[in-house]
T-cell receptor, first 115, second 111 residues
Framework: DAGVIQSPRHEVTEMGQEVTLRCKPISGHNSLFWYRQTMMRGLELLIYFNNNVPIDDSGMPEDRFSAKMPNASFSTLKIQPSEPRDSAVYFC?????????????FGEGSRLTVL | KQEVTQIPAALSVPEGENLVLNCSFTDSAIYNLQWFRQDPGKGLTSLLLIQSSQREQTSGRLNASLDKSSGRSTLYIAASQPGDSATYLCAVDGANSKLTFGKGITLSVRP
């Protein structure tokens, strides 16, 4: 299996632009998580899905952030409009059905820089 | 609200030393606890997962223990090597399916 695949790996954009980050979870995994990592705050959970349904989006910082999972093999995290404080590494992770035994697998991350 | 603490933030040891990394959490109602490794510029790699009913898990030179009642977990690394240099994070899976992460311990193993 190729693991969790994220794109793009790096994104540099200007303030006010729309940013779309993409994630393909591991086949067969039914839970998908979006995290944001910064030096100051560490890893923060933004939103997670079970069976393509958003379960908890309380970590989404503002209405500028939105996430979708149209099917079991694809998810997007969108920021519109982007701001410099959104600069961070965004990780997608997936897990199999049984949370008691299911390890969390992370993608390589998307490093976002907003100028 | 679950809080996960890892102290110290950084650790430097000579090669060959046995070492213990600590993780503490505030809410003992957990499903499991995972230890991860993160290399610079990379994603997180799962090392060990301990279910709430277990006391420890072992993988090679790594051994992780869990004491739910005291809200603590330790990751023991035997005979450390320079290749073990990385950031080690623990994450607690709580009742709400949210994994809460510590900020990690950056380990440097000197040759």
């Amino acid at each position: 299996d190729a693991g969790v695949i994220q794109s793009p790996r790096h994104e540099v954009t200007e303030m006010g632009q729309e940013v779309t980050l993409r994630c393909k979870p591991i086949s067969g995994h039914n839970s998908l998580f979006w995290y944001r990592q910064t030096m100051m705050r560490g890893l923060e959970l933004l939103i997670y899905f079970n069976n393509n349904v958003p379960i908890d989006d309380s970590g989404m910082p503002e209405d500028r952030f939105s996430a979708k999972m149209p099917n079991a093999s694809f998810s997007t995290l969108k920021i519109q409009p982007s701001e410099p404080r959104d600069s961070a590494v965004y990780f997608c992770a997936s897990r199999a059905r049984d949370r008691n035994t299911g390890e969390l697998f992370f993608g390589e991350g998307s490093r976002l820089t907003v100028l | 609200k679950q809080e996960v603490t890892q102290i110290p933030a950084a650790l430097s040891v000579p090669e060959g030393e046995n070492l213990v990394l600590n993780c503490s959490f505030t809410d003992s109602a957990i499903y499991n606890l995972q230890w991860f490794r993160q290399d610079p510029g990379k994603g997180l790699t799962s090392l060990l997962l301990i279910q709430s009913s277990q006391r420890e898990q072992t993988s090679g030179r790594l051994n992780a223990s869990l004491d739910k009642s005291s809200g603590r977990s330790t990751l023991y690394i035997a005979a450390s090597q320079p290749g073990d240099s990385a950031t080690y994070l623990c994450a607690v899976d709580g009742a709400n399916s949210k994994l809460t992460f510590g900020k990690g311990i950056t380990l440097s193993v000197r040759p």
